[in-house]
Structures are given as structure tokens and as C-alpha cells.
């Protein structure tokens, strides 16, 4: 291994951190939910945010256990699913994934280090995206595009948010 | 059993997760039933924040809004300003201009009308002199002014011209303190004689104190001084008291210089008049209106020459009924006649278009084109 790769993953066998407030792990994801309902009616050009993915993914990585991430990630997809026209658990499903595996991979590399939160912001866009997709096409027999470039163009731009706005919630 | 389900807790628990909501997911689509207690507490849970989000929205846009219209605000504010101040001095000017109009219309008819063969000049500057009361006027000896001749104006005498140059002359006002002239007064017919004081007014000079006098009686040119013409009034006595020796102490208020001096008539050859018995300057002259503009067509002047007295109404009567008789239309039994038909109401050849628009408006709108008051 090299120098690198051992200050991304040097987080190995460091004890779990649980330092998420209550409050925070409620109103966060609420106020996820609330800006993906509502600010696309305002501030168009934001539709692109995919802030409940971001917190599913910020809350695995901080909690680093898979069980619980994969609950909170069912809890948000659900809560998002509430809102959606399709019927609830497809966004569940998704994010219990994207929280199971984000937790997994919290626990093998720098959660707190900048390029592993763009990298990984980015990662689970993708996966989300084409996971979604792929459950809607096949379990719900609904044709909605998929496009490659777009899903790379949005991803990058989420991993782009997700840095900053997983410093600012480090600090709540 | 117990050891394979501690050992693969997590991946159970997701496969546990998966499947329930993948059950669930089976059960909506196979029974095509929506779970509808989750989505209205998602819905109720949210309208409230919408709410007060979207208050909050709209309160920030409309603060925004203010502010932005406050400063758009200010901005048309202050252009409005700057356009008001010009407007003012343009106001200004134009009342300016109009009062010299004024002035100058009431002084042509004031000659026209006056006996005397007058000059019309325009004051261009004031003496130098300290104290001394004398102006300039544009009209000199090569216009036929002369030494001595009165200047006055239609309100009264102004003064007399002291020296006459080819281009312009210098003349001397009834207030300057080395004035004088014979005047007499309109209602006692007391003579005395006009001396200026140095500032506005004058005084009246050598009337007995025996002599009957009131504050408001007017004085006019006597004639004596063989300068003013007898007969032009001179200015009302404010101030009339006995005096410590053998004369009155009199003061009048000159008329000719109470509307400023601006434009003023030198008197080439004087001509004598009475002196009236009651005076009113404030008296307005009567003037007819102008004549009426010619016909604009055919048909009103077909009508002028009948001397039929012509509205609008009765011009567009007189036009619907010729349009029935060209085209053969009887009103009142249905259908609609040709409007357009050419009927002789064309034009008057060789009149401007337009012409006589205002005819039949009346005097007071043609009182209103000339800048007068109705009548």
C-alpha cells in the first residue's frame, strides 16, 4: 500500500465516533426532505440536489455501522417516497443500500477527508440514480431515461456540495 | 443457527429491510392500492413548514421588492426634481416672455389709441450716477428723439429724456430728486408742481394749505411745464397734510413706474387733453372678438351663405340626408344606406386643411386661442 492509499483508509481500527446530536439527526434529514420538495418550485436551477441522498450518505459514514445506516437510509427513502408518485419503497430500497453501503465503507477509509467525501458523494449518486432506475424499470415496469452524461454531470455536481455542506454539518 | 445469524446480523437485517419493503412494493402494485396513511401524514407534516416557509418567502421577496422599488423610487424622485427645477425656470421664462408680450401688446394699443405721436423704446440700462435716477433707452435722435421730450407709459409719465445720442438717449425719472413737472389734480383741479424724492415717491410742491386735497385723488399733467402733454396722468396721492409753512406736504405713488419699466413711449409730438373727472387705470378695455374662420365645405358654406345658423349635429343631418337623396335611401324603411357615398360636402378648394376648425366654437375659445380672458 502506499502512502496515499494508507492516509485515505488510515482510519482502520480507530474507535467509532457518535458524536451526532439528536436534533441534528432529525431535523436534518427533514430539512432535506423539505428543500427537495420545495425548492424546486423557487430556485429551479437547484432541482439537480439530491440533499436526502447527501444526508443518508453523510449520517452512514459518520456512524459507521452498517445496520444503522441502512435504517436511517430506509427512514429517509421512505419519508421520501411519501412525496413521490410512485408507490412507497422504491426510494426505501435505494437508500437502505446506499446507507448500508456507505456505512460499510466508512469503516475502510477517512470519512472526514475531502476527497473521500467527493468520491463518495459522487459514487452514490451513480449508484442511486442507476439503482433507482433500474427498480423502476423492472419492478414497476415504468420506461424513465437514464442518461449516462447527465448522471455523471449531476453527480459530480453533488459531490461538489457534498463537501462543503459535510463540513457544515460536522459542525452541528 | 443462532451463530450464522450473529455472524451475518447486518447483511440479515438488510435483506429483513429489503424484503418487507419489497413486499410492501408488491403488495400497492398487485392490489394497485396506494398506502394512503403515509402520504397524508408526509402532506400534513408538510403543508405547515410549506407555509410558513412560503410566508417567509414571500415576505423576503416583498421586503426586496420594497427595498428595490424604494431606491427606483428615489432614483425617479430625484430625476423628477431635476425635471421640476427645469420646468420652473422654463415656467419662468415663459412668464417672462409673456409678460413682455403682455406689455408690449398693451403698449401698441395704448399708441394706436393715444393722440400723441409716439416712439416706442425699450429701457437697455441704467445710469451710472450715484443716486441718480436716469435710464437708458434704445431710441436716440436718429429716430427723432430730442431733448426734453416726456417718456411715459400707458399707466403714466415716466420722466423726460435729458440728452438724445444718434443711437440711444438718456432719460431723466420722475423720481430722480432734480425733477420736475406741472401736474393737477383730477377732482379739485389744485395745481402744483411734481418733484421727485430719490426713491419711489413724490412729492407734490406749492399747494396752499387752504387748498382742498384727498388721499386718493389722482394727478395728472398740467401742461405748463411745456414738456408733458396736459392730461397724462402722473400718480395717486398718498399722503396729504398741512403744512408747517404755507404748503401741503404731498405724496403720490408714480403710476408710470409701478409695473416696472421695460418698454416706455417717447412723445415726438404732444397733443393736449382734458383732464377727467374720475380716472379708473384698473379699467379693463373691451375688445371684439376676432371674425369667424371661413367655411370649411361646401356645405357649410352652402349654409353661411343661406344664413342658417349651423351645429355639427345639424351639419351631419344635412350630410345623411343628401346621402339618402344620392342614393336613393329612404330612412325609416329599413336597411342601411351607403355612408360612403361622395355627396358636395368636399373640402373648399384653397383652404389650408383644418381651417376653421374652431368656427362655430365661439368667442370664448377664440378669447382662450389669443391668450385673453372671456368676456
Known amino acids: ?172 | 443457527m443462532e451463530f450464522l445469524l450473529n455472524r451475518y446480523r447486518t447483511i440479515t437485517v438488510l435483506v429483513l429491510v429489503l424484503s418487507a419493503q419489497l413486499f410492501l412494493l408488491a403488495y400497492q402494485v398487485k392490489s394497485r392500492q396506494d398506502i394512503p396513511v403515509a402520504r397524508a401524514w408526509a402532506t400534513g407534516s408538510f403543508v405547515p413548514m410549506a407555509r410558513i416557509l412560503e410566508s417567509f418567502r414571500l415576505s423576503t421577496i416583498g421586503t426586496l421588492n420594497n427595498l428595490a422599488d424604494l431606491g427606483r423610487t428615489q432614483q425617479e424622485n430625484q430625476r423628477l426634481k431635476a425635471e421640476l427645477n427645469a420646468l420652473k425656470l422654463e415656467n419662468q421664462f415663459l412668464r417672462a416672455e409673456l409678460a413682455t408680450a403682455d406689455r408690449g401688446k398693451a403698449l401698441a394699443l395704448f399708441q394706436q389709441r393715444s393722440p400723441n405721436r409716439t416712439l416706442a423704446a425699450r429701457i437697455v440700462g441704467t445710469s451710472t450716477g450715484a443716486g441718480a435716477m436716469v435710464v437708458l433707452i434704445d431710441r436716440g435722435s436718429n429716430e427723432g428723439v430730442r431733448k426734453g421730450m416726456a417718456v411715459i407709459t400707458p399707466e403714466g409719465i415716466v420722466g423726460k429724456v435729458t440728452s438724445a445720442y444718434p443711437a440711444g438717449s438718456q432719460v431723466m425719472l420722475i423720481t430722480d430728486s432734480s425733477f420736475a413737472a406741472g401736474v393737477i389734480s383730477s377732482k379739485n383741479r389744485v395745481h402744483g408742481t411734481l418733484r421727485g424724492q430719490g426713491h419711489s415717491k413724490c412729492s407734490i410742491e406749492y399747494i396752499q394749505n387752504e387748498e382742498k386735497l384727498e388721499t386718493g385723488e389722482w394727478f395728472f399733467t398740467s401742461g405748463d411745464d411745456r414738456v408733458f402733454p396736459k392730461g397724462l396722468p402722473v400718480g395717486q396721492v398718498v399722503v396729504a397734510r398741512e403744512g408747517k409753512l404755507f404748503f401741503k406736504e404731498v405724496f403720490i405713488v408714480p403710476a408710470g413706474l409701478q409695473k416696472g419699466l421695460e418698454e416706455v413711449l417717447v412723445i415726438l409730438e404732444g397733443v393736449h387733453q382734458p383732464i377727467p373727472e374720475t380716472f379708473d387705470p384698473t379699467q379693463q378695455l373691451y375688445l371684439l372678438p376676432p371674425p369667424p374662420a371661413e367655411p370649411r365645405t361646401k356645405l357649410e358654406a352652402d349654409r353661411v351663405i343661406r344664413g342658417v345658423v349651423s351645429t355639427d349635429a345639424d351639419l351631419v343631418l344635412e350630410r345623411y340626408k343628401r346621402i339618402g337623396t344620392v342614393t336613393g335611401h329612404a330612412y325609416g324603411t329599413g336597411g342601411t344606406p351607403n355612408f360612403n357615398a361622395p355627396v358636395d360636402d368636399a373640402p373648399v378648394s384653397g383652404d389650408p386643411p383644418g381651417a376653421g376648425a374652431s368656427a362655430g366654437a365661439g368667442p370664448a375659445a377664440e378669447n382662450a386661442e389669443a391668450g385673453r380672458p372671456p368676456r
Not at chain 1, 14 to 26: M, T
Not at chain 1, 82 to 99: A, D, L, R, W, Y
Not at chain 1, 107 to 132: I, S
Not at chain 1, 163 to 168: D, N
Open chain 1, 1 to 172: 500500500m502506499t502512502q496515499f492509499s494508507d492516509h485515505l483508509l488510515g482510519t482502520r481500527g480507530r474507535p467509532r465516533r457518535y458524536r451526532i446530536r439528536p436534533f441534528a439527526l432529525v431535523l436534518i434529514p427533514v430539512a432535506a426532505i423539505l428543500f427537495q420538495v420545495y425548492s424546486p418550485r423557487v430556485l429551479t436551477f437547484l432541482g439537480f440536489l439530491e440533499l436526502p441522498l447527501l444526508a443518508t450518505v453523510y449520517f452512514a459514514l459518520e456512524r459507521r455501522n452498517q445496520i444503522w445506516g441502512l435504517l436511517i437510509g430506509c427512514g429517509i427513502g421512505l419519508a421520501q417516497d411519501s412525496f413521490s408518485h410512485n408507490p412507497i419503497g422504491v426510494f426505501g430500497m435505494v437508500k437502505t443500500m446506499v446507507g448500508f453501503f456507505a456505512a460499510s465503507l466508512s469503516q475502510r477509509v477517512d470519512a472526514e477527508n475531502q476527497l473521500v467525501r467527493f468520491g463518495v458523494g459522487f459514487f452514490f449518486y451513480f449508484f442511486h440514480q442507476f439503482t433507482y432506475w433500474v427498480l423502476v424499470s423492472t419492478l414497476l415496469a415504468q420506461p424513465i431515461p437514464f442518461s449516462l452524461a447527465e448522471t455523471v454531470l449531476f453527480g459530480v455536481l453533488n459531490a461538489a456540495v457534498a463537501v462543503p455542506l459535510f463540513g457544515l454539518l460536522d459542525k452541528l
